[in-house]
């Protein structure tokens, strides 16, 4: 199945459509969304992304993450992503959104306005293996101290919206 992208403009207004992988070899503004779950005991759901994926493969970053279809919903796509990566579901709530652009060594290019979602669920995943190779939960600082020593594996999407959400997580408290 031909998979396409939501191409948009700096105020996410939908512009037209284009297939997922041209999408990121142009390195055009597509809409996309990222999801955090935490549990009660506030540790953040991480995926570790399946090796064969086309970029960022067997690296870590938040519970999911991917594109909305063509007059779907951003929401309902997260809800639908969650359950196809992750085999689980979660009350998602908006939280906010941000624009970024990574290069990637196989020339591929992110560029997307991103939907941030956190959920909170106990439930531990039933990871689809074509999309996810591990899962764990982290505390946050545990988790900032591995990002510290290791960056590199992370993805990019993740590393940038982890700074917010820590703002957000700060401002709750």
């Known amino acids: 199945m031909i998979e396409f ?3 948009v403009d700096e105020q996410d207004n939908a512009i037209g459509k284009m297939e997922k992988q041209q999408a990121h070899v142009e390195g055009v503004l597509h809409r996309a969304f990222s999801i955090f779950i935490f ?3 506030k540790e953040l759901l991480l995926q570790k992304r399946a090796s064969s994926k086309y970029h960022c493969g067997g690296l870590w970053t938040n519970t999911c993450c991917s594109h909305p279809r063509e007059n779907e919903n ?3 796509a997260a809800n ?3 359950k196809e990566e992750m085999g689980m579901q979660s009350l998602l709530m908006p939280i906010f959104t941000f624009v970024y652009k990574a ?5 591929l290019t992110e560029h997307e306005f991103d939907h941030v979602f956190f959920g909170v669920s106990n439930q531990l995943p039933s990871i689809n293996l074509e999309e996810v190779e591990d899962y764990r939960f982290v ?3 545990e988790l900032q101290l591995e990002i510290k020593k290791s960056p590199q594996n992370f993805t990019p999407w993740f590393l940038i919206a982890l700074d917010r959400v820590n703002e957000f997580n700060a401002l709750q408290s």
């Open 5 to 7: 992208v939501v191409l």
């Open 39 to 41: 549990n009660s005991d």
């Open 139 to 141: 505390g946050m600082e």
């Open 74 to 76: 951003v929401l309902e």
């Open 80 to 82: 639908r992503r969650l």
């Open 103 to 107: 290069e990637f060594a196989n020339g």
